[in-house]
């Protein structure tokens, strides 16, 4: 009984880490409206000549391994980042919205999904290649076998795509949060020089 309590705690944890994670980045609505996603669309359709053929997976199991070590260095990289003053103001909730993410929250999301997307195009290239043998369906699927490779190449190469799209959406979350920085340290320097001048007399 402790150990299927236990599997159960397990799997709900990681189902509220989803929910928490899912919330941060906008849900299915930032989803369809991310033009990071649209890029990759774009993309996806010129590159239909190359995923459309086989052996297309050989160049995402080259380079998400690498993409993805590099993430996760620069999410470690992320979580040390400034003072203990900026972390207070980057973890501070807006009094309007109570309930939604702070932007610590929002930038961790964003690497959150763009590892997870990273994930999931890796799992979908292995798969695929370990899927390409040859097999003795039964009539009916051999027919339809073709599309359905061309489906899978576009679904797989596809969320590649997105996941190299989304390195931008990463970047430029990092590129606000320096911005908020970068505004935390004048307003303390004006502030120090306020109380400078105001005890100096000046």
Same mark, same amino acid.
């Not at 010129?46 to 995402?60: I, K, M, Q, R």
């Not at 207070?88 to 009094?95: C, H």
């Given at each position: %009984? ?7 705690? %397990? ?13 941060? #980045? @906008?849900?299915?609505? /930032?989803? !369809?409206?991310?033009?990071? *996603?649209? *890029? ?9 000549? #190359? ?8 160049? !995402? ?15 470690? %990289?992320? %979580?040390?980042?400034? =003072? ?7 973890? /501070?909730? =807006?009094? =309007? ?8 929250? &929002? ?8 590892? &997870? $997307? ?6 979908? /290239?292995?798969? /695929? ?28 190469? @596809? ?17 606000? $949060?320096?911005? &908020? #920085? =970068? ?20």
């Amino acid at each position: %009984m402790t150990s299927d309590a236990d599997s159960k705690s %397990m799997y709900r944890d990681v189902r509220e880490n989803f929910a928490v994670y899912w919330h941060a #980045y @906008g849900g299915v609505r /930032a989803l !369809v409206r991310s033009p990071y *996603l649209h *890029l990759a669309l774009v993309l996806t359709a010129f590159a239909y000549p #190359y995923w459309s053929a086989p052996l297309w997976w050989d160049t !995402v199991i080259s380079v998400l391994p690498n993409l993805l070590g590099f993430t996760l260095g620069g999410f470690a %990289m992320f %979580m040390g980042f400034g =003072d203990e003053q900026f972390k207070r103001t980057l973890v /501070a909730t =807006d009094p =309007d919205a109570p309930d939604e993410p702070t932007l610590f929250v &929002v930038v961790c999301g964003a690497f959150v999904h763009f590892i &997870v $997307m990273q994930c999931a195009a890796l799992l979908a /290239a292995l798969l /695929a290649k370990a899927w390409w043998v040859y097999v003795p369906w039964p009539e009916p699927i051999a027919r339809a076998l073709p599309w359905l490779n061309l489906l899978g190449g576009c679904v797989g190469f @596809g969320l590649f795509l997105y996941a190299l799209t989304s390195t931008l959406a990463a970047t430029m979350h990092v590129f606000r $949060m320096a911005t &908020v #920085y =970068d505004k935390v340290q004048r307003m303390r320097q004006q502030l120090e020089e306020a109380q400078e001048r105001s005890r100096t007399g000046h």
